[in-house]
């Protein structure tokens, strides 16, 4: 049984910059690919970012790359997700999951097994 917390969300200006933290206790941690999803009011859960077990592979939707940075501490059960110039449309709650089985989709939120309960994000212009 794999538990997710999530940390670092606040209130930022337009520009600004924000960490994420995902604390993972239950599990081998090295042996899930981590993912980032966020939500606004009114929309669909939406893939942000993807890393692969030890960290080699990573993987980013368009509206975040180049300004998002995923990746991880194996030693320390965490994954990150370092979010520069960041817009008023980044405003979200961000979730943390993690799953054990590879796939071919993953930006499919049905393709993961376990989720944090979220931390909200909001920016400012």
């Known amino acids: 049984q794999v538990q997710l917390v999530e940390s670092g969300g606040g209130l930022v200006q337009a520009g600004a910059s924000l960490r994420l933290s995902c604390a993972a206790s239950?599990?081998?941690?090295?042996?899930?690919?981590m993912g980032w999803f966020r939500q606004a009011p009114g929309k669909e859960r939406e893939f942000v970012s993807r890393?692969?077990?030890?960290?080699?592979?990573?993987y980013y939707s368009d509206s975040v790359k180049g300004r998002f940075t995923i990746s991880r501490d194996n030693d320390k059960n965490t994954v990150y997700l370092q979010m520069n110039s960041l817009k008023p449309e980044d405003t979200a709650v961000y979730y943390c999951?993690?799953?054990?089985?590879?796939?071919?989709?993953?930006?499919?939120?049905?393709?993961?097994?376990?989720w944090g309960q979220g931390t909200q994000v909001t920016v400012s212009s």
């Open positions: 999951a993690a799953r054990s089985r590879y796939s071919d989709y993953p930006a499919r939120p049905d393709s993961y097994n376990y």
């Open positions: 890393i692969s077990g030890i960290g080699i592979s990573t």
């Open positions: 239950g599990g081998t941690f090295n042996r899930y690919a």
